[in-house]
């Protein structure tokens, strides 16, 4: 026979490499986080001594085609969709916001 404490049963091999699998990934999120306060330190460095971003354009939005609700590419809209081929003439315009 053999004695219980030479060999770990499996429920506390199966706990033990659970736990060493858990503390490296918790090692990981720590450096990872080190790594973003780092990066986002380094970048407001820089953007303090720069001028300050312009703010997005605030346009209307690109028109959708109403068949596959792509953005439309710029320029004139031709009769049918560029992308999936859809028929503009199948539906009616919408009205305008006023």
């Known amino acids: 026979m053999r004695s219980p404490a030479r060999r770990q049963p499996k429920e506390a091999e199966l706990h ?27 970048l407001k460095a820089r953007s303090v001594g720069s001028k300050p971003a312009r703010p997005p354009r605030a346009g209307r939005p690109r028109p959708r085609c109403p068949g596959c609700t792509l953005e439309l590419p710029r320029g ?6 560029v992308w999936c ?14």
């Not at 490499?17 to 080190?34: C, G, N």
């Not at 004139?76 to 969709?81: A, F, N, V």
């Not at 503009?88 to 919408?94: C, H």
């Open 16 to 42: 033990a490499r659970l736990f060493a699998r858990i503390e490296a990934l918790e090692d990981r999120v720590r450096r990872l986080e080190a790594h973003l306060r780092r990066a986002a330190s380094t």
């Open 76 to 81: 004139r809209r031709g009769e049918t969709c």
């Open 85 to 98: 081929g859809f028929h503009f003439a199948a539906v009616r315009r919408r009205a305008g916001k006023g």
